[in-house]
């Protein structure tokens, strides 16, 4: 799987994105390292706080279907610039992935990639304790 396709699966995710409070969506594609691809799209709530972001939609199906190892994720929104995962994203992702690649892509053709450790420097994870 490359990265174009990835970005494509994570802007098909997209348009599954229940948003009608901040009008933002996001779609995330997480490829395993077996090749399987989870899609998610962000999920929110009149509560607000119980809204859920695309990577972690997408990262609670794969660990759901046995998957725990992976290479990399897109994630895809219409933004100005490509969007980054929140912090919380970061540290799930941290947890099963370690320094996968993450892969931000716009609606406009501008993408640009990260390792997870440039985004969660010094994370907290297991060898902390
Ligand atoms: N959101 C994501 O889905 N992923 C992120 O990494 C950042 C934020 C969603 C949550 C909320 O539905 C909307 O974007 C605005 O914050």
Redesign the pocket.
Same mark, same amino acid.
């Given at each position: 799987m490359d990265t174009e396709n990835l970005i494509k699966l994570a802007t098909e995710a997209r348009e599954n994105?229940y948003?009608p409070?901040?009008n933002?969506k !996001?779609g #995330?594609a997480l490829l395993a390292s077996n090749g399987r691809v989870f899609t998610g799209?962000?999920?929110?709530n009149a509560t607000y706080g119980l809204?859920?972001?695309?990577?972690?939609v997408a990262l609670w199906k794969a660990v759901s279907e046995g998957e725990r190892e992976f290479v990399a994720v897109a !994630?895809v #929104?219409d933004g100005e610039r490509p969007?980054?995962?929140?912090g919380a994203?970061r540290q799930l992702l941290w947890e099963f992935s370690g320094d996968i690649e993450v892969i931000t892509a716009n609606l406009r053709g501008a993408s640009q990639s990260y390792h997870l450790s440039e985004l969660l420097p010094h994370p907290f994870d297991r060898s902390s304790f």
């Open positions: 994105a948003a409070y901040s933002f !996001v #995330a799209c962000n999920v929110e809204t859920v972001c695309a990577e972690r !994630v #929104a969007p980054l995962p929140c994203c």
